[in-house]
């Protein structure tokens, strides 16, 4: 596949399958850009003195149209013909197609390209009346051509009746599709670990032609797991939520592939993509979304993430296909620390008046470095302080807090803590620890130790009397 070069101007024919306006069997309609009459043909003009352009209904008179619901007849009341004329880039590569068949006979028109006023014949069709003709080629706008005139010219038509001749459906003349495909992140960080991201690509094909089989991958990003169930076509077509199964939507998740896959355009469903017309039919594009949660692998780093398309260009006589990439969204994660907190008593069972010794490690398990770091250990009541000997810090007796400091990742510090027993009964002590960065496991950051203070042994009986 190929990436296509940036989009030149881009080059549409308007209304060329003739459903504007809407007509009942069959009309002749004068043309507005010459008459400024309330009715008009959106885009076509017409060389006819009387300006009028002849527009039939499909099924009218036994004749089907060869695309959508209408289609026009060159010969309205005269011999004339039928134009357009598109700004144009030089030296982009111009497709056509069209459909043409006789009305009572064999009818032959000529098509026309060029600047207006010296346009030059490119082909002729001649077709009967039992089906339609479909043409297709291509142009290279020339040197200094900004103005380019895409014209049907009637040369004739079964019977004579300069009023009779030449049907015409489904014309395009104009550029490739050009699919431009952009990313965004909500919300934009920076975020936490934890945090869930909801990241939306916007398809809008910059190009003529329509875009078919437009299929969107986009892999979850490392550091980041998908969220089941996030998958929303916002708008565009087949808006609305889908499920992660592949086959009964227009979009699945592969988990295999860890990619969220989205079949976008008209007609797309489960099993195939559809076709997304230019901006000029849908402006706004079709914009899908899924979520992802931030794993803690990604604190204190950058996610970055891209969204790809695949689509082909149909306009020419074998689909050619291309691709588009997005932009890249970069979501900053702030650092996040993981501390631990382990407490346990030399002795269990104490008796009043004696020594109970604590011993307090603190562990950061990461992904990153740990500041501020600070245990809370106030002792409760029955239980004086003796002494700290702190591995790192500083400890304040007064308020029990123990400042640690920093730690690197996988790094630990530890507290010796000793106090009096003064109470009997079960004392629970807990030592709890705190830092600046998030933490991803907050269940860890507390433990808590009971000991049980037994009575003093009863004072020994009174010295007996001396005799």
Request: charged residues 15%; neutral net charge.
């Amino acid at each position: 596949m190929t990436t296509p070069p940036p989009a030149p101007l881009r080059v549409a024919l308007v209304n060329g399958s003739f459903e504007e306006p809407v007509v009942v069997n069959v009309e002749i309609l004068p043309d507005a850009s010459r008459t400024q009459s309330a009715k008009r043909v959106p885009g076509w003009l017409t060389t006819a003195t009387d300006h009028m352009i002849e527009l039939w209904r499909s099924g009218f008179n036994g004749v089907p149209a060869a695309q959508g619901s209408q289609f026009a007849e060159l010969n309205a009341n005269q011999v004339a013909t039928l134009y357009q004329d598109l700004p144009t880039t030089p030296g982009t590569k111009l497709y056509w197609r069209l459909h043409h068949r006789g009305r009572a006979g064999q009818d032959t028109m000529a098509l026309d390209i060029g600047a207006p006023g010296s346009v030059v014949e490119k082909r002729r069709f001649t077709d009967g009346t039992t089906a339609w003709g479909h043409y297709t080629g291509t142009y290279i706008v020339p040197a200094g051509q900004t103005l380019t005139r895409f014209a049907f010219r009637s040369v004739s038509a079964a019977g004579g009746n300069q009023s009779v001749g030449n049907f015409l459906d489904g014309v395009f003349f104009g550029t490739a599709p050009h699919v431009v495909l952009t990313k965004t992140a909500v919300p934009a960080g920076p975020l936490d670990v934890g945090d869930v991201v909801t990241y939306r690509i916007t398809a809008r094909n910059e190009g003529g032609g329509a875009a078919d089989s437009l299929a969107l991958a986009d892999v979850v990003p490392a550091g980041t797991t998908y969220l089941p169930g996030s998958l929303r076509i916002v708008d565009g077509p087949n808006a609305g939520p889908k499920t992660d199964r592949n086959g009964d939507d227009q979009a699945y998740f592969d988990a295999g592939g860890n990619k969220a896959v989205f079949h976008l355009g008209n007609g797309a469903s489960g099993t195939q993509a559809g076709s997304l017309p230019s901006t000029e039919t849908l402006p706004g594009g079709t914009t899908v979304e899924y979520r992802v949660t931030i794993d803690r692998a990604s604190g204190g780093r950058q996610i970055t993430n891209t969204a790809t398309a695949t689509y082909e260009n149909r306009l020419g006589p074998t689909p050619e296909p291309l691709t588009a990439t997005s932009d890249a969204t970069v979501t900053q994660v702030n650092p996040a620390a993981d501390l631990t907190v382990a407490k346990a008593a030399d002795a269990t069972t104490v008796t009043v008046g004696q020594t109970t010794t604590y011993r307090i490690t603190v562990r950061n398990a990461g992904p990153n470095r740990a500041t501020g770091v600070t245990l809370a250990d106030r002792l409760p009541d029955g239980l004086v302080f003796l002494s700290a000997t702190p591995s790192r810090g500083s400890h304040d007796p007064a308020t029990g807090q123990w400042k640690v400091g920093d730690l690197a990742e996988g790094a630990t510090a530890t507290l010796v803590l000793r106090a009096k027993a003064t109470a009997s009964g079960r004392i629970t002590n807990t030592a709890t620890v705190t830092g600046n960065e998030k933490d991803p496991d907050p269940t860890n950051n507390a433990d808590t130790v009971t000991i049980c203070v037994e009575p003093a042994p009863a004072c020994c009986a009174p010295c007996s009397t001396r005799r």
